[in-house]
């Protein structure tokens, strides 16, 4: 399994949906998919969404710590 870190590639927005399609090893379409129907239902997705944005470091930021 792949680092859960966002990637520098394939981002749309904060790159949340890319980091974990690859961590998973889905597709990101299929997993952007999922986060916008699960929008649609009541609850905190789009905050955990953000709280990941926050959260996960870049790809770059994820080299150069080690």
Partial sequence: MAAL???RDGR???GVC???AR???MSV???RV???VSCLLPGPQFLLYLL???LLPSEDE???AW
């Fill in 5 to 7: 870190v966002r990637p």
């Fill in 12 to 14: 749309m927005i904060g």
């Fill in 18 to 20: 890319a980091a974990l």
């Fill in 23 to 25: 961590r998973y090893d």
């Fill in 29 to 31: 379409t299929t997993v």
């Fill in 34 to 36: 999922v986060f916008l």
């Fill in 52 to 54: 990941l944005w926050a």
């Fill in 62 to 64: 994820a080299r150069t």
